[in-house]
């Protein structure tokens, strides 16, 4: 349909019809909908009637290729003008096939493999009925306590603008239309929520216009230009105003400023919540500051059925802004092909063919391999020497608990497990097995039997981590340690005085207290997804090197939280030359940098950096430079380096980050190979938001780093000047 009829459409609805189309239920509310029959509760205690549910817009949660016909087909009979419904779903990190968390793909630093896993996601999800996945989340995030940073890139906006344009890329490909097995892409969550106060889910946000928009709204600025077609609201306020509710943030920044006229949906129950925010006295006025702050859909609750009519009537929301949403929906569902193929890429058949298809999780292997950090590896622990005999103990050494949150169709019985993986590849002989402790529990005879079961090994690989309702939506903790059970059998275990990995299963960076301290070699794996045991074991045996860069940094403790790579100098920094010892900015019982920064990772290598070079001391704006260094791989091994280039503005008008990522390259290095990595550096790359929040550069000295880590670099600098 073009855009004409759509209009015409629109037209020959009625108010209700109109309003029911911004309306956004859950599956159960649905006939065809299998295994579930329990229409009649909900609705009735929501008043929602059979006719809204006939002209609802959308469905929330369903993927399931069979299903997804009858739902739809059932639909179309009873819409009173054939509309066919859009089939939303969280398809995160894979649907049945399942990659590592979005926090690990950061790791990466591999776009390429990040469509692709996003691609893959899309195929299996569209092949189940899905029509739009609620991803990406690219929040920013900072403070590990949030159990949310799991579903983000991590903490640096250059790098999570290039995440979400990959993610985006791999879901929508370049023609939804034609391409039946892509979805359309809903970055979330707009926005800041990664803000949230003392890394509490939920919380309030407050932030500085120009620091939202100089590190929060990049990355979803991103994901818009790659032609992502949807948006969701975050939870949180903004400036004191709900994000759901908040007209300056929605139709004003993203709809008139940035030009974004796709769909934009509340997240769940966030219209509702303007209530409890104290944004709104009733669901009538909750659904009156969020219809004119430009929100389309309403998740799952119904302000704007049972509000808006009237709203309408009583001349206080001009039908037009109905009339809008209405349209930015059917328009969205044209994009799909819903209207000449209403159950687009859903197929039995096809779901059966390429769901947890081998090719797919050679896939999620490979990004799981590609997202492990090691972390720690003194006395030569790693790899694994090949005739060592191995104990492997722990809460996680046969646990299927690896998949991590937000994955709802991922199976922890078919993930590879990490002694499965462990005794395929060293043979029974050489593992022992125990389980040492539960996650949060132990007890004396679990310990004894890892007592004894590391007495018989000569190396032991401790696998820990958190259970994935320890992080992910309303996974917020105020100690980020590993569970005292645990810390307790590293203890016991260290006193054995043996070569011992731990390696972690966890979505935040963690306190490693009890951890870092206590053996030799440390292993974030991360939840590494469907393959994750593959990938650790053959990290463990060296069979690959380790090659990912943590992209948040770990505190020494949660004392130090919010503890990040790019934050400001202070007028007082500590290590200065003229320092005074008491008044600096400093912890007494603590460092100011974090245990472990961002950009920090070991290989089974090493690596040299040498002969740091600018191809100019002074840049302009038609003139940028070039930057490059040598990197030798001073190993045994082969192995992959991520050099990474960092600059600070010596002198701003609003003073800058002590570093700021600006490229990276990857160089592959055999052993004592000697690689160049070459950066372009333009004045465009300079640019930041000043106090009028003008975007633009300040002519003066630069200095260029370049290095394995942001606190492990060489040292140059330039000046930029006025052309
Ligand atoms: C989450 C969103 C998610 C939505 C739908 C909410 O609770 O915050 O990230 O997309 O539920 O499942």
Not at 291 to 308: F, K, P, W
Not at 584 to 611: C, I, K, R
């Amino acid at each position: 349909m073009d855009n004409q009829q759509l209009l015409d459409l629109i037209d020959r609805m009625t108010l209700e019809e109109k309003i029911a189309q911004l309306l956004q239920l859950a599956a159960p509310f649905y006939e065809g909908v299998e295994d579930e029959g329990q229409i009649t509760g909900p609705m009735q205690a929501m008043g929602i009637t059979d006719p809204m549910i006939a002209s609802s817009g959308s469905i929330l949660g369903y993927a399931r290729a069979a299903g997804a016909v009858r739902v739809q087909e059932a639909h179309l009979k009873k819409n009173p003008h054939g509309i066919p419904l859009l089939f939303m779903a969280d398809i995160v990190h894979g649907f049945k096939t399942i990659f590592p968390v979005p926090l690990a793909m950061g790791c990466s630093w591999d776009m390429e493999l990040a469509e692709r896993s996003a691609e893959i996601a899309a195929r299996e999800a569209a092949v189940s009925g899905v029509h739009v996945t609620f991803a990406p989340m690219v929040d920013l995030v900072r403070d590990p306590r949030w159990g949310r940073v799991m579903e983000s890139t991590g903490e640096d906006p250059y790098l999570n603008s290039l995440f979400a344009k990959a993610f985006v890329r791999g879901l929508q490909g370049d023609n939804l239309k034609e391409e039946t097995e892509r979805v359309a892409a809903c970055v979330k969550h707009f926005a800041a929520y990664g803000a949230s106060e003392a890394g509490r889910d939920y919380n309030t946000v407050d932030l500085s216009e120009r620091q939202l928009r100089e590190y929060y709204l990049p990355a979803y600025k991103a994901a818009l230009d790659e032609g992502c077609e949807m948006v969701m609201t975050s939870f949180n306020t903004i400036d004191g105003i709900p994000a759901s509710g908040n007209e300056k943030l929605m139709r004003g920044l993203l709809r008139e400023e940035w030009g974004f006229d796709g769909v934009l949906i509340s997240d769940w129950g966030a219209v509702k919540e303007l209530i409890p925010h104290g944004a709104a006295e009733d669901e009538r006025e909750a659904a009156y500051r969020a219809i004119r702050a430009g929100v389309d859909i309403e998740m799952m609750t119904s302000c704007y059925v049972h509000g808006l009519p009237e709203l309408v009537r009583e001349g206080r929301v001009d039908e037009a802004l109905i009339d809008e949403s209405v349209l930015r929906i059917l328009q969205l569902k044209e994009k799909l092909g819903l209207f000449d193929n209403p159950t687009r890429g859903a197929s039995p058949e096809r779901a059966a063919e390429v769901i947890f298809s081998r090719e797919h999780r050679d896939a999620a292997y490979e990004a799981a391999i590609k997202s492990i950090v090691l972390l720690k590896n003194e006395g030569g622990v790693l790899p694994l020497s090949p005739e060592a005999k191995v104990a492997l103990i722990g809460p996680f050494a046969s646990s299927g608990d690896i998949l991590g949150p937000w994955s709802w169709d991922g199976s922890t019985e078919d993930a590879v497990k990490l002694d499965a993986a462990l005794s395929e590849r060293l043979g029974k002989d050489r593992l022992i097995v125990a389980e040492g402790c539960g996650i949060e529990r132990g007890t004396d005879e679990h310990l004894l039997a890892a007592l004894k079961a590391a007495a018989e090994a000569d190396v032991i690989v401790l696998a820990l981590g958190e259970a994935s309702e320890m992080s992910g939506e309303a996974g917020s903790r105020s100690d980020i340690r590993l569970p005292q059970a645990q810390l307790e059998l590293i203890d016991s275990i260290a006193g054995l005085r043996k070569p011992t990995a731990a390696v972690l299963f966890n979505g935040r960076p963690l306190d490693l207290h009890g951890v870092y301290d206590k053996t030799g070699a440390v292993v974030e794996a991360w939840f590494p997804g469907s393959e994750g045991g593959a990938a650790v074991a053959d990290i463990l045996l060296g069979a690959v090197d380790p090659s990912a860069r943590l992209t948040m940094s770990f505190p020494h403790s949660v004392g130090q939280v919010p503890v990040y790579y790019n934050h400001f100098n202070t007028g007082r920094p500590l290590g200065a030359a003229d320092a005074q010892v008491r008044y600096v900015s400093q912890y007494l019982d603590a460092p100011n940098d974090p245990l472990l920064p961002f950009g920090f990772g070991l290989s089974y290598t090493t690596f040299g950096y040498d002969g740091l070079k600018l191809s100019s001391d002074e840049m302009t704006a038609d003139r940028p430079i070039t930057v490059s260094v040598n990197v030798t791989n001073t190993g045994a091994r082969a192995g992959t380096e991520t050099v990474q280039l960092y600059v600070r503005d010596i002198a701003g008008e609003v003073v800058r980050p002590v570093r700021e990522l600006k490229g990276f390259v990857k160089l592959e290095l055999a052993p004592g190979e000697r690689g160049t990595a070459v950066f372009t550096l333009g004045e465009e790359q300079l640019r930041y938001h000043h106090s009028d929040l003008s975007f633009g550069s300040d002519p003066g000295r630069f200095e260029v780093f370049v290095g394995r880590s942001s606190l492990d670099t060489l040292k140059s600098s330039f000046i930029l000047k006025e052309n």
